[in-house]
């Protein structure tokens, strides 16, 4: 079992910067790859971002490339997403999951284990 928890959420103007933390625990965090995802009200839950193992490996969401940035520490077992720019389109519940893979991935079935989640709004 491997146990996330999600911090760092908040409100924010459009234009501002969080970010969003994911502690882990339980097994050995550094066999997981780590995703971050979001879901909006009256929405899907959507992909953000994913880190491989040892962050050799990243995905984006077209929407927030260029803007967020994936990071880990495994020394901490932490899971980093920096947001910046953000808009408000970016309203949502996030959630950070972990897939027991080498590699980032997008795919959400792979993903085993979720955390509770952290809202962040944006305002205009």
């Known amino acids: 079992q491997v146990q996330l928890v999600e911090s760092g959420g908040g409100l924010v103007q459009a234009g501002g910067s969080l970010r969003l933390s994911c502690a882990a625990s339980?097994?050995?965090?550094?066999?997981?790859?780590v995703g971050w995802f979001r879901q909006a009200p009256g929405k899907e839950r959507e992909f953000v971002a994913a880190?491989?193992?040892?962050?050799?490996?990243?995905y984006y969401a077209d929407s927030v490339k260029g803007r967020f940035i994936i990071s880990r520490d495994n020394a901490k077992n932490t899971v980093y997403l920096q947001m910046n720019s953000l808009k408000p389109e970016d309203t949502a519940i996030y959630y950070c999951?972990?897939?027991?893979?080498?590699?980032?991935?997008?795919?959400?079935?792979?993903?085993?284990?979720w955390g509770q989640g952290t809202q962040v709004t944006v305002s205009s």
């Open positions: 880190i491989g193992r040892i962050g050799g490996s990243f």
């Open positions: 999951a972990a897939a027991y893979l080498r590699s980032a991935t997008m795919t959400t079935e792979q993903y085993d284990y």
């Open positions: 339980g097994r050995t965090f550094s066999n997981y790859a």
